[in-house]
């Protein structure tokens, strides 16, 4: 066929259905329905077709496209997977993740990965190269090389999660660890169950215990992880109602802010979720947050409160009901786990989805009861040294503000007035853009050019250039009263800094006073601790820890995946100003 190429190679345009413009005829929609459907985003469309049809047939055609890290995890891209797996169309050879240098390959709001294939059929014995791209990828200038990102060969099945998602962020090291983890059992296995008959698609009947004649009406068992309720209009209210909260409301370990509503007659709403079948309920259950960079969850009575379905709820079976699943998960081996198997729905910033499908999956060791009371402990010293960290800020801002403070943009401005205008170069903090922060045990380094650079972030290429020394140092002792946090550039020409080299070391002095206490110490301490106790209980060696540990404060895109502490104010997906009003919501 002289339309068919050797290589296809291209960016194909990422439009959903919903926002298409395009109408295609009957003809062009039963070529897409075939295999997979014409209601998909037109990268879905585009790939389909090369391979199908622009793709010279039986592995003489390749493709090359950068394309949404989508197509590996979420379900509208399944059946256009299922072209790929053993045995089945096509044959993937090679993916290059880049989520974690996203910001640097396009300016929308996408996690893009080279995806290469080709038309010869997946076999068992076919290897697949996985590729991460890191910040050792990118330059000072911003610019990419994808050849230094790691690269690993695995057999094609290896790259599959049993549901059929495609795991690119695995190496070796991390696939042995996954795999001893998924011999255990899931969430699934200890979630509270119930029985529930059903008249057509009505549920008419419910009930604890397994009924004596099964025989006799449609019954099956409900089990308990489970979207949040759903309100499409009516809110009915009743006197002692419901709070009801979202999934914004979910930080580790609490639940911040007000409310939605109040008073709500819960049972009556427009989809009631778990709270139509009340009667037969365990007090105890947990609110994921279901939006977020990583897993958090906060354990409540849903006999007095409700969460509406921006939170995944999973209710804990009788005998699991005083087991603290919310410290559980703030383990570094939770994370890392969720990090590199369990994540769906990605979407840009490292935020991805927790439905209730991924939820059901997490892994569970029926020897970590064994520490039931232990963890439970671990609960207030966790609060507390999360306060604390609140506290620093706060604290460390208001000494700095009575030894002595400027703007950072002042300081600018007087320095121009008494030596000259100084050199100030931005690198990625342009705009709106963001960063986050880490600026502690990060050096001021004189460049090349006679400049002083000062790294804002640990991913290497967010920077400030000043032509002045002590202009750099200050800035720098300020920024670390905001380690973590996200700011802009606006933040950072607002922000207080010591207005002279004096007030500088005093207000070091204060700082390193202060950090004696260590409350950043003993939150990492704590951590630690929950650490131990999950990995032993999963059979984890001290090697394999050491290494989900050094990677999940290391890696580029792991180092990202982590809870949302409480009292640090940090913002959340889709979270507005104002999360403690009432009206929020409005």
């Known amino acids: 066929n002289s339309d068919q190429y050797d290589f296809v190679i291209g960016n194909p345009p990422y439009v959903r259905p919903e926002r298409s413009d395009q109408e295609l005829t009957n003809a062009q929609a039963a070529y897409y329905n075939q295999d997979i459907s014409v209601d998909k985003n037109l990268f879905t469309l585009f790939t389909y077709r090369a391979l199908k049809s622009w793709c010279k047939p039986e592995g003489n055609g390749k493709l090359a496209f950068v394309i949404p890290l989508s197509i590996c995890d979420n379900n509208t891209n399944q059946s256009l997977r299922d072209l790929f797996m053993v045995g089945r169309r096509w044959r993937i050879t090679e993916i290059v993740d880049m989520e974690a240098i996203s910001d640097h390959v396009f300016d929308a709001s996408v996690n893009p990965i080279i995806f290469i294939a080709d038309t010869k059929t997946a076999s068992a014995d076919d290897q697949v190269c996985i590729r991460i791209a890191g910040s050792e990828c990118v330059d000072a200038l911003g610019r990419i090389d994808i050849t230094k990102s790691s690269e690993t060969f695995f057999d094609y099945e290896q790259i599959w999660s049993h549901d059929g998602r495609i795991l690119t962020k695995i190496t070796a090291e991390r696939l042995a660890i996954i795999n001893k983890m998924k011999e255990h059992q899931t969430f699934l296995d200890v979630a509270y169950k119930f029985w529930q008959r059903k008249e057509g698609a009505r549920i008419v009947e419910w009930q604890e215990n397994e009924p004596d004649d099964l025989t006799t009406g449609n019954w099956d068992t409900r089990e308990c992880i489970s979207g949040g309720a759903a309100f499409r209009g009516l809110k009915p209210t009743i006197t002692n109602g419901f709070d009801v909260f979202k999934g914004e409301n979910v930080s580790a370990c609490l639940i911040e ?36 960079t990583g897993l958090n969850a906060v354990k409540f009575n849903m006999k007095q409160k409700a969460f509406l379905n921006t939170a995944s709820l999973f209710v804990p079976d009788r005998q699991h009901q005083d087991f603290p699943f919310d410290v559980l998960v703030l383990s570094n081996v939770y994370q890392f786990y969720y990090a590199t198997y369990l994540r769906m729905g990605v979407v840009e910033d490292f935020w991805s989805h927790l439905y209730p499908t991924n939820l059901k999956m997490l892994p569970w060791s029926e020897k970590i009861m064994t520490y039931q009371a232990e963890l439970e402990q671990l609960r207030q010293p966790f609060l507390d040294a999360c306060k604390a960290i609140y506290n620093r800020a706060a604290t460390l801002g208001d000494k700095l503000n009575e030894l002595g403070a400027t703007t950072f943009q002042q300081a600018v401005i007087e320095h121009a007035s008494a030596h000259g205008i100084p050199k100030v170069n931005w690198h990625c903090v342009e705009g709106d853009q963001t960063i986050n922060v880490n600026s502690l045990g990060m050096d001021v380094e004189l460049t090349n050019n006679g400049d002083f650079q000062l790294l804002l972030s640990d991913d290497l290429y967010s920077w400030i250039e000043i032509s002045d020394k002590s202009l750099a140092e200050r800035l720098k002792a300020a920024l670390t009263i905001h380690t973590g946090s996200e700011l802009g550039r606006t933040d950072l020409l607002q922000m207080p800094i010591p207005k002279d080299d004096a007030v500088l070391v005093d207000f070091k002095q204060f700082v390193q006073d202060y950090d004696n206490g260590n409350a950043l110490g003993a939150l990492k301490t704590i951590i630690n601790k929950i650490d131990e106790i999950v990995a032993g209980s999963f059979g984890l060696s001290d090697v394999e820890l050491s290494l989900i540990q050094e990677q999940m404060s290391t890696d580029t895109f792991l180092k990202n995946i982590k809870p949302s502490l409480p009292y640090t104010g940090k913002k959340k997906r889709g979270l507005l100003a104002g999360l403690g009003e009432s009206n929020r919501y409005l």
Do not use: H, R
């Open 257 to 292: 802010g007000n409310p939605q509503e109040t008073n709500i007659d819960i049972k009556n709403v427009d989809d009631p979720s778990l709270w139509k079948y009340i009667d037969v309920m365990p007090d105890n259950t947990f609110a994921f947050l279901q939006i977020s």
